[in-house]
């Protein structure tokens, strides 16, 4: 027996037949374990998996319920119908109207007579320049002179009269004075006198207007201008009331019906504009005009409003204006078709708003608003009712309704109602657009 086996018999313990580890002297050995029960086992499983489900409750089901939500809103905003939309901005302060007009004489008249007769001669054809007062034709009434000469003949008469109505009554003031004659033979005289006063002061009065008539046998210009018409001829029978026995070839038509001639003042035309409502307050005498005719092309013409009638037209809410132009070397003809630029700022700009945007139903002009919504909400229109200003064509002017920056759908479709979801588009600028008024 070796010495290891005498010690452990010693010691009163058995050694193994086989020790893998030997373990050293100074460590004692582990606690016992004590293992976990079976029924406390089962109790703590079952706990974690309440609280799994409690977790899976708290977390999944709101979560679900707003995907839930999210869904439908994307599905109603993927049914809802799609619109595109603009947004409505004030014009330009500074603003350009272009009018149309027709060029007229600064004065223009039709000359007639005022005596009857033939005409004896005329001075002055068409086209020629004549100057205030100049001789235009002249009128043979033979008449006219006969009844000047019967006329100052009576005035004679009356005059006689009346110098013996004044010797009577002054004789008869010395009667009376004497008391020779009545109270009322004296105001016989006295009326009798005052009878030839008045027949010698209407004779003079007959005297004097068949002289100023016979003036008239000279027919005069009553302004420089030029003959645009011309309408007699010699020995064309003239009336008072306006006939003539012109030839049809020497009457121009149109230039008025029995005048002898027309005269237009041209060094200087004018035209008159209809300027709407809008921009009647911005109007003012000496605002620079710019004309342009077809006839000229390539040149413009600068004119200034001379006035305004400084009242609207109730019928077509515009204010009447004229513009004079300088035609010094009479390029500009009467009649002509013009078109006249004013550029001037303008006290409130209107709002602009595309003609395609306009709804036209029963209870007048409306456009869609499109309210604003929330993030990946679906927008929802309304119906408001407004008041059309000038209409340019493609766009319109918005008198009342609207304010600036509001949001207006664009060629509207008939189905869509009022506070109906719908899916906005691009937005379309508005931008202003000039075009000649009729």
């Known amino acids: 027996m070796g010495p290891n086996e005498h010690q452990k018999q010693e010691d009163g313990h058995s050694a193994p037949e086989f020790a893998p580890h030997a373990y050293h002297a100074d460590v004692g050995a582990a606690p016992p374990v004590k293992p976990m029960g079976a029924r406390r086992l089962l109790g703590l499983g079952i706990a974690t998996v309440i609280v799994l489900i409690v977790m899976f409750i708290v977390t999944t ?11 439908a809103e994307a599905t109603a905003r993927d049914s809802a119908p799609s619109v595109q939309v603009t947004t409505v901005r004030r014009a330009t302060a500074g603003s350009t109207l272009v009018l149309p007009g027709t060029i007229q004489a600064l004065h223009e008249s039709a000359i007639y007579a005022r005596v009857q007769g033939y ?25 006219l002179d006969h009844e000047v000469e019967q006329a100052q003949s009576q005035l004679s008469q009356t005059r ?23 109270s009322q033979e004296l105001d016989q005289k006295r009326a009798a006198f005052d009878a030839a006063t008045a027949n010698t002061s209407a004779s003079e009065a007959n005297v004097r207007r068949l002289v100023q008539t016979r003036q008239y046998t000279r027919v005069i210009a009553p302004f420089t201008g030029v003959v645009t018409a011309r309408n007699v001829d010699i020995g064309s029978l003239i009336t008072p009331a306006g006939a003539t026995s012109a030839p049809l070839g020497a009457t121009v038509a149109g230039a008025g019906a029995g005048s002898m001639f027309r005269i237009a003042q041209t060094d200087t035309v004018r035209i008159y504009l209809t300027v709407p409502e809008a921009y009647a307050t911005s109007i003012r005498p000496g605002l620079e005009a710019k004309v342009s005719v077809r006839g000229i092309p390539g040149r413009d013409f600068l004119g200034r409003v001379a006035r305004t009638s400084h009242a609207l037209d109730a019928s077509s809410r515009t204010l009447l204006t004229e513009v004079d132009i300088p035609n010094k070397d009479f390029a500009l003809l009467p009649g002509m078709s013009a078109t006249a630029t004013l550029n001037f700022p303008r006290v409130t700009p209107p709002l602009l708003l595309p003609a395609s945007a306009l709804v036209i139903r029963s209870s007048g002009v409306q456009v869609m608003i499109v309210e604003p919504a929330a993030a990946g909400r679906p927008a929802i229109i309304r119906f408001r009712n407004v008041v059309v200003g000038r209409d340019y064509g493609g766009t319109v002017e918005i008198a009342e309704g609207l ?14 109602q009022d506070g109906a979801k719908v899916k906005v588009l691009a937005s379309v600028s508005t931008e202003p657009t000039r075009a000649v008024s009729h």
Do not use: F, H, M
Not at 62 to 70: A, D, F, G, I, K
Not at 403 to 416: E, F, R, S, Y
């Open 119 to 143: 005409v004896k001669r005329w001075q002055s054809d068409i086209g020629s320049l004549v100057r205030s007062g100049q001789l235009l034709a002249e009128i043979d009434a033979p008449e």
């Open 160 to 182: 006689a009269a009346l110098g013996l109505a004044k010797a009577d009554l002054e004789r008869w003031r010395a009667l009376a004075r004497d008391s020779a004659v009545t």
């Open 403 to 416: 304010i600036d920056g509001a949001t207006v759908v664009l060629n509207p479709n008939a189905d869509l």
């Open 61 to 71: 089901i709101p979560r679900r319920s707003v995907e839930n939500e999210l869904r």
